[in-house]
């Protein structure tokens, strides 16, 4: 059964850090495709990351591009999203989704399509505000 946890969501201070931590079971991380995603109230939910452990492929939004990192731990089976430099309107709901990826060429909406086809977590709330 697959499974995703989030956590590490808080509020922060623009420009402050934070680092949130999805743990996932179930699955080989190496046949899918995980990705975080952010939903603010009033607005569309946002793909923000996207990796393909597989091939080491990283994708992320324009909008939190040179701040953000995504990045795996293979023996806690965990994957991050460190968040740096960030600004209020980063504030919203984090979630992270897992979902097989079997083709062998993509893009970034491939990538973030297929994680969100599969399973997400129940999310984690960040809030940037002075």
């Known amino acids: 059964q697959v499974q995703l946890v989030e956590s590490g969501g808080g509020l922060v201070q623009p420009g402050g850090s934070l680092r949130l931590s999805c743990a996932f079971s179930?699955?080989?991380?190496?046949?899918?495709?995980i990705a975080w995603f952010r939903q603010a109230p009033g607005k569309e939910r946002e793909g923000v990351s996207c990796?393909?452990?597989?091939?080491?492929?990283?994708y992320y939004a324009d909008s939190v591009k040179g701040r953000f990192t995504i990045a795996r731990d293979n023996v806690k089976n965990m994957v991050y999203l460190q968040m740096n430099s960030l600004k209020p309107e980063d504030a919203g709901t984090y979630y992270c989704?897992?979902?097989?990826?079997?083709?062998?060429?993509?893009?970034?909406?491939?990538?973030?399509?297929?994680?969100?086809?599969?399973?997400r977590g129940r999310g984690t709330q960040v809030a940037v505000s002075s």
């Open positions: 179930g699955f080989s991380l190496d046949r899918y495709a």
């Open positions: 990796f393909v452990s597989r091939d080491g492929v990283k």
């Open positions: 989704a897992a979902g097989r990826m079997d083709a062998a060429y993509y893009a970034r909406n491939t990538c973030l399509e297929s994680a969100e086809s599969g399973s």
